[in-house]
T-cell receptor, first 114, second 117 residues
């Protein structure tokens, strides 16, 4: 069984640029969530996708957007990068909506904005 | 406003002894709690969870206790092993399957556990 995979593992961008991060969810999982983990902090919920639609969003501005594809893989797009966007971005999949289900996380993409 | 707090950034324990990691929350709407473990260069991995209708859940060496009146939960690891050395995150969520709400986890800032041989 293939786990959650994310690409790339590391990325360096400059302020104002745009970035796309990719995630392949675990086989059989139809819900994907994205989290941002800044240095020394816990992961913060960005948004969740279920059946290709955004289904829940945390306290992040609209320049953070996403997509989910029919095969349940997902992208996170960030426009107009700011220095504070430097963080580890984690993708997590789960088998269905609702609470009480553990999330399966990928290893993350480390984004550095210079 | 931190809704989930882990006030100890680090904890060192001797191998074979008990490790106790603590977590406090402020949102009384949280009704499901989880612990995740994270090794460097890896994503968090699920460890154990507890519903708010329970006050204890065990899985092998790991036990989670929930004190709803104090809005406090703790993770006990007995006996601690060097392989347990990792960052431990407490997380909480609210909402039910019937509500259709998204599964959003609110994480604490983590506790670095070091188990000394």
């Amino acid at each position: 069984e293939t786990g959650v995979t994310q690409s790339p593992t590391h990325l360096i961008k400059t302020r104002g640029q745009q970035v796309t991060l990719r995630c392949s969810s675990q086989s059989g999982h139809n819900t994907v969530s994205w989290y941002q983990q800044a240095l020394g902090q816990g992961p913060q919920f960005i948004f969740q996708y279920y059946r290709e639609e955004e289904n829940g969003r945390g306290n992040f501005p609209p320049r953070f957007s996403g997509l989910q594809f029919p095969n349940y893989s997902s992208e996170l797009n960030v426009n107009a990068l700011e220095l504070d966007d430097s963080a580890l971005y984690l993708c997590a999949s789960s088998p269905r909506q609702g609470i009480g289900e553990k999330l399966f996380f990928g290893s993350g993409t480390q984004l550095s904005v210079l | 406003d931190q809704q989930v707090k882990q006030n100890s950034p680090s904890l060192s324990v001797q191998e074979g002894r008990i490790s106790i990691l603590n977590c406090d929350y402020t949102n009384s709407m949280f009704d499901y709690f989880l612990w995740y473990k994270k090794y460097p260069a890896e994503g968090p991995t699920f460890l154990i969870s507890i519903s708010s209708i329970k006050d204890k859940n065990e899985d092998g060496r790991f036990t989670v206790f929930l004190n709803k009146s104090a809005k406090h939960l703790s993770l006990h690891i007995v006996p601690s092993q060097p392989g347990d050395s990792a960052v431990y995150f407490c997380a909480a969520s609210q909402g039910g399957i019937s509500s259709g709400s998204a599964r959003q986890l609110t994480f604490g800032s983590g506790t670095q556990l070091t188990v000394l041989p």
